[in-house]
């Protein structure tokens, strides 16, 4: 089992919108609509933003979205804030007689 | 508030062990799994394996069979990963979080270094 794919980074300017994709496979995005998103700040632990696809918890703003096409999940921030600047994983699952975590390989947002 | 809190940083020589511990507050600890993710210097993050507070079942990552012990002491809520034989490249924080189909919340963090 691979690591599930993300672009490398992405930016934009502040006010705009982006959309980061995680690309996995059948067997896992494709499977469960258990993909989360974590983002992470230099230095500090992982912060859940989405969870089973695309719900928020609790005190994450509205900017942040989820969605899910096929084997492809997209987290997307709208209303760019230079506080968005940071790394961002997503997280699906796969498996059939374990049920294993996967993350993929991180993707740097930088706020132009 | 939901917390974990985990021990301190060690410095390990190759072929050693070390066991982290991650104790929980602020909710029933045995309504939840505990996971355990590890993030290399510069590196993403990496799924290690997880542990039931319930019942002590636990699912590890192919790649740490056989090196990698998590368990749970229920009377303190506290989970514990013991990783043994290191090397070098097992050099990373290594972080807890409870699990429920996600991972939320996550502990602070402990670096482990492994050098002679």
């Known amino acids: 089992q691979s690591a599930l794919t993300q672009p490398a980074s992405v930016s934009g300017s502040p006010g705009q919108s982006i959309t980061i994709s995680c690309t996995g496979t059948s067997s896992d995005v494709g499977s469960y609509n258990l993909v989360s998103w974590y983002q992470q700040h230099p230095g500090k632990a992982p912060k859940l933003m989405i969870y089973e696809v695309s719900k928020r918890p609790s005190g994450v703003s509205n900017r942040f979205s989820g969605s899910k096409s096929g084997n492809t999940a997209s987290l997307t921030i709208s209303g760019l804030q230079a506080e968005d600047e940071a790394d961002y994983y997503c997280c699906s699952y796969a498996g059939s007689s374990t049920f294993d975590a996967f993350f993929g390989g991180g993707t740097k947002l930088t706020v132009l | 508030q939901v917390q974990l809190v985990q021990s301190g940083a060690e410095v390990k020589k190759p072929g050693a062990s070390v066991k982290v511990s991650c104790k929980a507050s602020?909710?029933?600890?045995?309504?939840?799994?505990i996971s355990w993710v590890r993030q290399a210097p510069g590196q993403g993050l990496e799924w290690m394996g997880w542990?039931?507070?319930?019942?002590?079942?636990?699912n590890y990552a192919q790649k740490l069979q056989g090196r990698v012990t998590m368990t749970t002491d229920t009377s303190t809520s506290t989970a514990y990963m013991e990783l043994r034989s290191l090397r070098s490249d097992d050099t990373a924080v290594y972080y807890c979080?409870?699990?429920?189909?996600?991972?939320?919340?996550w502990g602070q963090g402990t670096l482990v270094t492994v050098s002679s």
């Open positions: 542990i039931s507070a319930y019942n002590g079942n636990t």
């Open positions: 979080a409870r699990e429920y189909n996600w991972f939320d919340p």
């Open positions: 602020g909710y029933t600890f045995t309504s939840y799994g």
